[in-house]
């Protein structure tokens, strides 16, 4: 293949060339002038000629004139390019027998004309049969034809002819319409055309003398697909070959494709009876022979209703658009299996409608789902368990625990010293730390659960950072340190959770004082973006400690992981605070992050973006209230029931009521605690939850069926520290929560609270308008 190319531009023939490139078997012939053009065409005639509207020596449309008038180029297209066509340039293009005119800049548009004039000039690459009665004619044809690169078989007569059509494949029918012998040419096309696909629907060429309009539309109803006139133009010809074997190829691919997908493609009319059905659909069904005239319905299966199919089948076929629809498919042998379904109307026959059944068995897709199912139901299973055990398991630890730190709190109070004091000292302190181990757990497993959270409430972020230094400045303290917090010019109406801001800020700072021997710890926090509806604050904990090597740094936050293990071992810990800081702060859509140098310290920090409330929120004052003076002063005398199982826990809570001077009443069972409601008058009860004979939540339920009780305060106080243990308490009817370990602090805060509402409250469906903020 031969491409002339005339272009001025040196960069402009580049980008040419470049274009044409992608074309194999190409030759490329590049000319700047109008001269060289012209003695490059006359020395080997091009295939496709490329010509730009101004050259320096001419201009394109005179060029392309003058190819064609010396006969240099007389059949080949000649394309102009131009940067700016117009009208006028269009029409003397025309005359000048240029083939098309492209922009310049739409080289792609050129690229895709040209592909389709190159691929017809490609080797045939079919198999021909021809039939032509005139010997000279046939002779002179078939030789053209295998020179085009077809393989022919060529016959005198259509009687020849027909034996070798249904003995052997072709590609393309030539034939002339006047034939000598017993049969016509018409007479061979219908022939062919009564046979089933695909020999019924190979394409065909009409060969005829006879050039009349009345003539071309007998020829087209008989079922050609092209004809050409004699005498027989060989270029045009080929030119119509080519178009048609192209279309048959493309056809064979699109059927090959179907194949390699196995979608089954079942051609049915408007009332869903068959008309045609692939290779692939009666493989899918199980079907031999010529399924015609039975209804598509017959392949599908509906246990429940086969109304309901059938009428599923007409839907699909009656919409405009694609629809898929999933059926249980029903082979021949009666086997079934999950079927999807869509629906394409093709092209109207007979008066009627027909639509395409695109069907595909998705068995193994059926399969994997039923797997992923059972997988999911798995999991769902393996958490519920999961959370199950951590609920029983923490409840069995911190009921112990409640007893540990109660008694040892207790002790504390009676002024021990000496050795006394600190072993008690020594015992509190291991109690509250596996108190924060388990805390540590259920926060890991509600994130990871993705149960936890978060609350939207004004938060003062002065308070915030005073309350984590008061958490942590007595243990640095204790070891030399210096803590610092370092706030300026804070916002003071910003939304936010506090509780978690704080827990985050606090791991970081128990960190910080936990690797640190000698130095400082600095808290500090400060705005990096403000605006009017929300404002980013950046928190870090800087600290004077040991540092981190640097292949540490990237799983720091890792669930479980610390620096390394001797590390462990010298400072304890479980690994988990980091990685429920980095969860907290993810779910606040914020980032976490470190910096650090191994024996001079590390910056932890954190970065969250907090709505603005509108309204200030004041820094919380330091409290005044003196809880169990108050209750002393305002209820002595009350009568109080206490309801747990465990006598260690009630003496525990009876020693921490003591000196608030209310009657206290005990139970050991939910039972045992309606009872005593019944019969006396009590201002609150405190109600644990996990109980044998009647748990705490079916005494609750049972009280507020009491119309004088209705109002009555009941408090769960309980080991059952998940979420959806204190949503259920309130569900129950209870109206507050403290859970175990019992803090002296917390039990007489929301106690005092509870009394002062007293009989005003309506039970449970206020208990969301009283919940403390534990």
């Not at 060969?207 to 009349?212: G, S």
């Given at each position: 293949m031969r491409v002339l190319i005339v272009e001025s531009s040196p960069l402009y023939r580049e980008i040419l060339q470049q274009s044409f490139n992608r074309f194999r078997g190409v030759d490329f012939v590049l000319s700047a002038t109008r001269m060289e053009a012209l003695a490059e065409a006359a020395a080997q005639?091009?295939?496709?000629v490329v010509i730009s509207g101004q050259l320096s020596d001419s201009d394109g449309v005179s060029l392309g004139r003058q190819l064609r008038c010396d006969g240099l180029v007389p059949i080949a297209p000649i394309v102009l390019l131009t940067g700016s066509p117009s009208a006028e340039m269009a029409m003397d293009a025309e005359r000048a027998g240029i083939t098309e005119i492209f922009r310049k800049q739409d080289l792609d548009e050129l690229v895709a004309f040209s592909r389709h004039f190159l691929d017809a000039q490609q080797p045939l690459r079919c198999r021909i049969l021809y039939v032509e009665d005139a010997p000279e004619q046939r002779l002179a044809l078939a030789a053209q034809l295998r020179e085009w690169g077809a393989e022919v078989d060529a016959f005198a007569s259509a009687d020849e002819a027909w034996p070798a059509f249904l003995r052997a494949d072709y590609d393309l029918v030539v034939t002339d319409i006047v034939l000598g012998g017993h049969m016509t040419g018409s007479r061979l096309i219908n022939r062919i055309r009564r046979q089933s696909a695909p020999?019924?629907?190979?394409?065909?060429?009409?060969?005829?003398?006879?050039?009349?309009?009345q003539r071309r539309v007998e020829l087209f109803h008989l079922g050609i697909d092209d004809y050409v006139a004699k005498p027989v133009f060989p270029v045009e010809l080929r030119a119509r070959i080519s178009n048609l074997v192209a279309r048959e190829r493309a056809e064979e691919r699109s059927h090959k494709l179907l194949q390699a997908t196995e979608l089954g493609v079942t051609v049915v009319d408007e009332e869903g009876f068959v008309l045609s059905m692939d290779h692939n659909a009666a493989s899918m069904f199980g079907i031999a022979g010529d399924p015609g005239g039975?209804?598509?319905?017959?392949?599908?299966?509906?246990?429940?209703?086969?109304?309901?199919?059938?009428e599923s089948l007409c839907w699909l076929i009656g919409e405009q658009d694609i629809q898929r629809l999933r059926f249980t498919g029903r082979r021949v042998d009666g086997r079934v299996f999950p079927l999807q379904l869509s629906s394409l109307e093709i092209e109207p026959a007979d008066g009627g409608r027909r639509f395409a059944l695109l069907t595909r068995d998705v068995s193994d897709e059926q399969a994997l789902a039923d797997q992923l199912e059972v997988a999911r139901d798995s999991a769902a299973r393996l958490g519920r368990m999961k959370s199950e055990l951590l609920a029983n398991v923490s409840h069995e630890i911190l009921t112990p625990l409640n007893a540990i730190v109660g008694m040892s709190f207790l002790l504390k109070q009676r002024g021990l010293t000496g050795d006394a004091r600190e072993q008690v000292e020594h015992?509190?302190?291991?109690?509250?730390?596996?108190?924060?181990?388990?805390?540590?757990?259920?926060?890991?497993?509600?994130?990871?659960?993705?149960?936890?959270?978060?609350?939207?409430?004004?938060?003062?972020?002065?308070?915030?950072?005073?309350?984590?230094?008061a958490a942590v400045e007595n243990r640095a303290a204790g070891k030399g340190l210096s803590f610092r917090v370092e706030a300026v010019a804070l916002p003071s109406d910003l939304l936010g959770d506090p509780v978690r801001l704080s827990q985050a800020l606090l791991n970081y700072a128990s960190n910080a004082v936990k690797f640190t021997?000698?130095?400082?710890?600095?808290?500090?926090?400060?705005?990096?973006?403000?605006?009017?509806?929300?404002?980013?604050?950046?928190?870090?904990?800087?600290?004077?400690?040991?540092?981190?090597?640097?292949e540490y740094l990237y799983s720091i936050f890792d669930s479980f992981c610390q620096a390394d293990g001797s590390s462990t071992r010298r400072y304890g810990g479980t690994g988990l605070g980091l990685a429920i800081t980095r969860e907290l702060v993810g779910l606040m859509g914020g980032e976490v992050g470190v910096t650090s140098t191994p024996g001079t310290g590390s910056t932890f920090w954190f970065v969250v973006?907090?709505?603005?409330?509108?309204?200030?929120?004041?820094?919380?004052?330091?409290?005044?209230?003196?809880?169990?003076?108050?209750?002393?002063?305002?209820?002595?005398?009350?009568?109080?029931?206490?309801?747990d199982d465990d006598q260690?826990?009630?003496?525990?809570?009876?020693?921490?009521l003591a000196g608030t001077g209310l009657q206290v009443d005990m139970a050991e069972n939910g039972l045992e605690a309606v009872r005593a409601v019944r019969e006396r008058d009590y201002a609150a009860v405190l109600m644990d939850v996990q109980m044998p004979y009647m748990d705490g939540m079916q005494a609750t339920r049972l009280i507020r069926t009491m119309p004088d009780r209705a109002g009555l305060p009941v408090i769960a106080v309980t080991a059952n520290a998940f979420e959806g243990d204190r949503q259920r308490c309130f569900d129950a009817g209870m109206n507050d929560f403290i859970p175990k370990p019992i803090q002296a602090r917390v039990l007489h805060s929301v106690l005092l609270r509870w009394l002062r509402i007293g009989r005003k409250a309506t039970g449970h469906p206020l208990a969301r308008t009283f919940l403390s903020e534990i």
């Open positions: 005639m091009p295939d496709f020999k019924g629907e190979i394409p065909i060429v009409a060969l005829t003398a006879f050039d009349t309009p039975r209804n598509f319905a017959n392949f599908l299966m509906n246990e429940r209703d086969g109304a309901k199919c059938m015992i509190d302190a291991a109690g509250h730390r596996l108190v924060g181990l388990i805390d540590e757990i259920l926060d890991f497993s509600k994130l990871e659960s993705g149960k936890l959270e978060l609350e939207s409430v004004p938060v003062s972020i002065d308070s915030l950072l005073a309350g984590v230094a021997e000698r130095g400082s710890v600095t808290l500090s926090a400060s705005v990096i973006e403000d605006s009017e509806s929300f404002c980013q604050l950046r928190f870090e904990v800087r600290d004077t400690g040991i540092g981190i090597a640097p973006k907090l709505a603005r409330a509108g309204v200030p929120c004041a820094a919380l004052p330091a409290p005044v209230e003196l809880p169990l003076d108050d209750i002393a002063w305002h209820f002595a005398g009350k009568r109080l029931l206490l309801v260690v826990n009630r003496e525990v809570a009876l020693a921490m």
